[in-house]
């Protein structure tokens, strides 16, 4: 698995959010907050936070604060992203843990 199917399961939530609430300001996150590549996603800063921690990678995917907002949110008070849903699925979510876990391949 490579960043491509991180990008997709991303789009895809990010997708369904916005056929149920309408377009996405991403919190107003602008150019820090992106996905369209690998080098942005592993510099992604949300609720002030960097989304992948860069000494996660490789050892402890499901701590990272990307995958935390995912299932449970990381802001306080605690929102799980997206903000309202509908969520990425669990399953989904552990792909993104098992590539972080994996170093991030391309």
Aim: proline residues 8%.
């Amino acid at each position: 698995m490579g960043f491509d199917r991180i990008k997709a399961i991303l789009d895809q939530g990010l997708a369904a959010w916005e056929q149920q609430n309408g377009p996405a300001a991403l919190h107003g996150h602008g150019p820090t907050f992106k996905w369209d590549t690998k080098a942005n996603l592993l510099a992604a800063i949300g609720h002030g936070k960097q989304l992948i921690q860069p000494d996660l990678i490789g050892k402890d995917g499901a701590s990272a604060n990307l995958v935390i907002d995912l299932r449970t949110g990381i802001a306080s008070p605690a929102f799980r992203m997206p903000k309202g849903g509908p969520f990425i699925p669990d399953t989904e979510v552990q792909e993104i843990v098992d590539w972080i876990n994996q170093g991030c391949p391309d």
